[in-house]
């Protein structure tokens, strides 16, 4: 099945890039791989997306979750009901989400290392949360486009 295979890719990713990071650079560390427009900037965010809730480690926790479980349940529900392009789409959110959970429970915070321009400093799980809701939405798009040409 594809599922564990998107979950575990990801979050093995996720883990190991955020693993060396922790290990060959301090909070802070910057080193540019274009200039400044692209680099790695080692920062542990306490909070969620845009450091929103930082410092408050029980909210962050909490909210992502309860939104990684009501992905968990929408995947399952999709996948029975056939939709198995929304679910691994989905999936690819879940993913993310449970990787960044990990590191919450773990540490307290969420190693992020990706900085582009002046842009928010991200990871590869965030990504991951970015490219499946973007795709998620284009996908219904489309999809209800198609039906309503029907």
Do not use: H
């Amino acid at each position: 099945m594809i599922f564990p295979a998107i979950i575990f890719l990801v979050i093995a990713i996720d883990q190991v890039s955020k693993y060396l990071v922790r290990t060959y650079m301090s909070p802070g560390d910057s080193i540019a791989l274009i200039g400044d427009w692209f680099r790695l900037l080692y920062v542990r965010n306490t909070g969620t997306a845009f450091s929103m809730f930082a410092g408050n480690r029980m909210i962050t926790i909490v909210l992502t979750s309860v939104l990684v479980v009501m992905c968990l349940i929408y995947i399952w529900g999709e996948y029975r009901r056939g939709e198995k392009t929304l679910a691994k789409l989905v999936t690819l959110i879940f993913a993310g989400g449970l990787s960044n959970l990990i590191d919450r429970y773990r540490f307290g915070y969420v190693t992020d290392m990706i900085s582009c321009w002046n842009f928010a400093v991200f990871n590869v799980a965030d990504i991951a949360v970015t490219c499946g809701c973007a795709l998620t939405v284009l996908y219904i798009m489309v999809s209800s486009r198609n039906a309503m040409k029907s």
